[in-house]
């Protein structure tokens, strides 16, 4: 029912030495259902090839979906050679109509053959097409001998045809019952070697059988119900709450389309554990929000949503499981573009960029915060505003890493590491208040002066906090080291978002290289630039845009992730029949 995931038992067998003991799956059953799972295959294997003349899809056929069965594997797989030995039967009895197929097939493929040879390679098709033009012109007389031997052949292919399509539908229907019972009889076999498969994951004592699963919560009364239905009631089941370091499986939940691309990114980490935040929402703002930062521009920024909205469209008419990795891939990301390039114009109005700083557009400002300005400035004139905002964005950003390991801590019942997660979060924003009160690194000598007690308020006792609290767990000498760790830590990452203002300076100065090139003056673009700014919008939305998308990714894995994230989830894997999808793939 897709609601347990078995757990194999043989992989701790030590320690049930003396009381458990492997549950032996007998080796005849398990070489019975390959033998019947080959003489399946070799059977559709020689129809199938003879059901291609129908024109018809394979799965426009009907398939049988077998019933649960009680019945010990030995009598299951009995009934399979039961219903096998008919099917070969029926195959008998139909191999006649068959062969006249094939006959048919081959008669076929010589007036086709000849049929070209007389027109010297010309279309044959077409001239099947012209068959009754051909007619026409005998009918009048007026053909050349080797037109006539063309018509000829040409009528004696459209009399093939109409003779094969009789013998196909009367063949068809039957072809269809076969099929049906053959995909069953398969289904049955794969689905009881599954079993088989399953039981040897379990122990057992001479009278009883023992085994252990993961169940959704959900389902567990359903699925106790279920076991003690099935045993007849002679069973003992045991619910037990998994402990707080056990690593147990996650459940996978389904995400809107516009946020797998989001989930791919945040997998590719790692699978988020079962007592984790799961970041993929918040993702879907911080990611394309720091790729806007550093992509600033609202002409470039159209671009991105105009394509990503194409490939949406696009998407919903083709198959992504037939294209290849890289085309899928473009398309699944179709609403990432679209996330991007909205804040590339959001912040392409705050700091006044189209198509570079062409003057078309004004920096709008948002106001400020002491010395931090949001928008109003252009980038390239104010870098050091710029290096501001960045070191503000990456405090926010690191802020809510932090938040979200606490709540981890409380979800995996790990209330010792909250009061030290909380002074990580301490240090980090009492840094980012001393620097916006006292000023920033050109200041710091007042900081140990008149902001002293500030200083030591907001930096020097919340690590103090953090050396006493995991000293208390782990000890003196790995608190000091901790201390010292996170210290580091903290100011190095915060450091690290000033590749916001690295990356956006660098944005911004390629595309007002072409804008010079070009000679656009005051958002004024001559005729004569418009090449050289296409030219250099697809460069730069290419060459650049990959190493903005990067260095994106690299804030969240390294510098965001580490507050909070773990990836060493495993997904849930609950043990379900799904042969028929098995078979038609």
Aim: glycine share 8%.
């Amino acid at each position: 029912m897709g609601t347990t995931q078995l757990i194999d038992m043989t992989e701790n067998l030590e320690s049930w030495e003396g009381t458990l003991e492997p549950y032996d799956v007998p080796v005849e059953i398990i070489n019975r259902c390959s033998s019947l799972l080959s003489k399946v295959s070799t059977i559709y294997s020689k129809i199938d090839p003879l059901f291609q003349p129908t024109e018809a899809e394979i799965s426009d056929l009907p398939t049988l979906t077998m019933p649960i069965l009680r019945e010990r594997s030995e009598e299951v797989l009995n009934e399979v050679e039961r219903r096998l030995s008919g099917l070969e039967t029926k195959l008998s009895a139909e191999k006649e109509n068959w062969g006249k197929i094939s006959i048919n097939l081959k008669d076929r493929q010589k007036l086709i053959d000849k049929l070209g040879t007389l027109t010297g390679g010309l279309d044959k098709i077409l001239l099947e097409n012209k068959l009754q033009g051909m007619e026409e012109q005998i009918e009048a007389s007026k053909v050349h001998k080797r037109e006539l031997s063309i018509i000829r052949v040409a009528a004696a292919l459209e009399k093939q045809k109409i003779e094969m399509g009789k013998l196909i539908s009367e063949i068809k229907p039957m072809f269809g019952k076969i099929r049906e019972d053959l995909l069953s009889i398969q289904e049955t076999t794969q689905r009881e070697q599954l079993v088989v498969e399953a039981k040897s994951q379990f122990l057992r004592t001479s009278k009883t059988i023992y085994f252990e699963a993961y169940v959704r919560s959900s389902h567990l009364n359903e699925v106790v119900d279920i076991i003690k239905e099935v045993s007849d009631g002679v069973c003992l089941v045991s619910d037990e709450r998994p402990s707080p370091e056990e690593r147990i499986p996650t459940t996978k939940k389904l995400v809107p389309s516009f946020l797998i691309a989001f989930e791919k990114l945040v997998n590719a980490s790692g699978i988020p554990s079962a007592r984790e935040v799961n970041p993929i929402s918040i993702m879907a703002i911080t990611f394309p929000l720091l790729f806007g930062i550093m992509f600033a521009d609202v002409g470039q920024g159209l671009i991105f949503i105009i394509l990503g909205a194409i490939l949406t469209l696009f998407k919903r008419k083709i198959k992504l499981e037939e294209m290849g990795d890289m085309q899928r891939y473009a398309f699944t990301s179709s609403e990432l573009f679209i996330f991007m390039g909205v804040f590339a114009i959001f912040f392409g109005f705050l700091f006044g960029e189209f198509f570079g700083p062409s003057g078309v557009i004004h920096p709008i400002s948002l106001g400020k915060l002491g010395p931090f300005y949001f928008g109003g400035f252009e980038p390239t004139q104010e870098p050091m505003k710029m290096m501001r905002f960045s070191m503000f964005v990456g405090v926010v950003h690191l802020s809510l890493g932090l938040i979200l390991r606490v709540i981890n801590e409380i979800k995996k019942h790990q209330y010792k590491h909250v009061p030290i997660s909380i002074s990580r979060l301490w240090l980090l924003l009492g840094g980012l208040i001393m620097w916006t009160y006292w000023g920033g690194i050109s200041n710091i000598n007042i900081w140990f002066s008149e902001g002293a007690l500030t200083f030591g308020g907001l930096v020097i006792l919340p690590i103090i906090l953090i050396v006493l609290f995991t000293g208390r767990i782990e000890g003196v000498t790995e608190g000091i080291g901790y201390g010292v760790e996170v210290f580091a830590e903290t100011l190095s990452h915060t450091l690290s978002y000033c590749r916001l203002m690295a990356l956006g300076l660098v944005h911004s100065v390629m595309n007002n290289l072409f804008l010079v090139l070009g000679g656009v003056e005051h958002g004024i673009f001559p005729l004569s630039s418009i090449p050289i700014i296409l030219i250099g919008t697809i460069l730069v939305m290419i060459v650049e845009g990959l190493i903005v998308f990067v260095h994106s990714l690299r804030l969240h894995w390294i510098e965001w992730f580490s507050k909070f994230y773990s990836g060493e989830g495993i997904p849930f894997k609950p043990f379900i029949y799904n042969t028929t999808k098995q078979m038609r793939e």
